[in-house]
């Protein structure tokens, strides 16, 4: 089984998550699955999760507060009804030194 | 609703964004409106293949993304401008296609200060909404980063170009079981640049064994498509040849496996 080493969600220390694409790849089944089919909807209620994850709302709502914490979905509740949607953000820039960047320029 | 396939390869120069601009075009004749995106941002180059060069556009996805225009603005309707050996050739469907820059200065400021990743996924949404498409096609970096995931993610269908070649066989894999990982629903791999000496069967089969996933075509190397050298849609160019005769079996099955 050495893929459950090698998808293992590295550790991470201090400050709020933000979570990237390739963070998705080292969830477990259930949480992943759930993002991707998220991302495919691009947003969706509490009931359309529940119903994808073929779970209660309840147990639902428990999936999606756990990856709220975790910085991977956002609960956008101004929204009526109110709906979940991923949040895998920025493709994060490099650093080099600055006189490089601005050759380029 | 719109059918999302993305074109991936592990590495480089396999043939992805001629394959890509072939392939679209083939189902654009059949009727179809069809989207194509580059979002090989780092290294873009599809819409030379439609003719189009820096001059000839304003707007790039990179103006999308840095927030600077709509997603509809950088979209250019190409079917007027599909060329054969000897003239223009009229396709049943609509061609769009949306570039990448190609100036160094935007290609730079991607990599220094990243982007939103999810604007993508909003602009895909956008475009084939706002373009009625059928399909959208997407042209994206080879190997893996952030915009390649979220292509493979969102897709429904994915193509993965290989050559027969050790590096891209063990790339290939990599492909698939993070592809596997994102659920994407249909997968299907092309062979390219298979040497013309190699036999058909025995790669394509070597590749189903392999991976255990169907091969959609084989695609031999030759010279009509070196000389052409990204200067057209090679079976506007070349409409009797093996390879534009395979490019329409792959959109047949694209479009098949998408109407069930
Ligand atoms: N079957 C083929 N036979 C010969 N040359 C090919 C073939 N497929 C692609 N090429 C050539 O390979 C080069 C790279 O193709 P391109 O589509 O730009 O690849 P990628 O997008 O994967 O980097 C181009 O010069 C193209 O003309
Ligand atoms: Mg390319």
């Known amino acids: 089984m050495a893929e459950c080493n090698e998808w293992q969600m590295p550790q991470r220390t201090g400050g709020s998550p933000t979570r990237t694409m390739a963070d998705l790849l080292f969830l477990p089944d259930l949480e992943r699955s759930l993002i991707n089919w998220l991302l495919r909807q691009q947003t969706a209620t509490l009931a ?14 428990a999936v999606l507060q756990d990856l709220i914490e975790q910085g991977f979905v956002q609960w956008l509740d101004q929204l009526d009804p109110p709906q979940y949607q991923p949040k895998l953000q920025r493709r994060k820039g490099r650093n080099m030194p600055t006189k490089i960047w601005d050759a380029l320029e | 609703m719109a059918q999302i396939i993305s074109i991936h390869s592990f590495r480089g120069g396999t043939g992805k964004s001629n394959l890509t601009a072939n392939i679209a075009v083939a189902v654009a004749s059949q009727g179809k409106r069809v989207g194509i995106v580059d979002t090989d941002i780092q290294s873009p180059g599809i819409h030379v293949i439609f003719g189009l060069d820096e001059d000839s556009f304003t707007h790039s996805l990179n103006d999308y993304l840095w927030g600077r225009c709509g997603i509809e603005k950088t979209a250019y309707d190409v079917t007027a401008e599909l060329k054969t050996a000897d003239g223009y050739r009229e396709v049943a469907g609509k061609v769009f296609l949306v570039p990448a820059s190609l100036k160094a200065g935007e290609i730079a400021r991607v990599l220094r200060e990243g982007f939103d990743v999810g604007l993508l996924n909003d602009g895909f949404q956008e475009l084939t909404e706002q373009l009625d498409l059928d399909y959208l096609f997407i042209d994206t970096h080879p190997g893996l980063n952030e915009e390649t995931l979220l292509s493979i993610a969102i897709s429904d269908a994915m193509v993965i170009i ?8 063990l790339g290939t894999a990599v492909t698939l079981e993070v592809a596997q990982r994102l659920d994407v629903p249909e997968i299907m791999l092309l062979v390219n640049k298979s040497p013309q000496a190699f036999d058909r069967e025995a790669v394509i089969e070597q590749v189903q064994m392999r991976y255990g996933v169907a091969v959609g075509g084989l695609f031999q190397e030759n010279d009509e498509m070196l ?25 047949q099955q694209l479009m098949a496996a998408s109407s069930h």
């Not at chain 1, 359309?48 to 709502?61: R, T």
């Not at chain 2, 290989?162 to 066989?169: A, E, M, S, T, Y």
């Open chain 2, 162 to 169: 290989l050559r027969p070649d050790r590096q891209d066989f």
């Open chain 1, 48 to 61: 359309e999760a529940a119903a994808y994850l073929n779970q209660s709302e309840i147990e639902a709502a």
């Open chain 2, 227 to 251: 000389q052409l050298a990204s200067s057209g849609v090679f079976w506007l160019h070349y409409p009797e040849h093996p390879f534009s005769q395979e490019v329409h079996a792959v959109a």
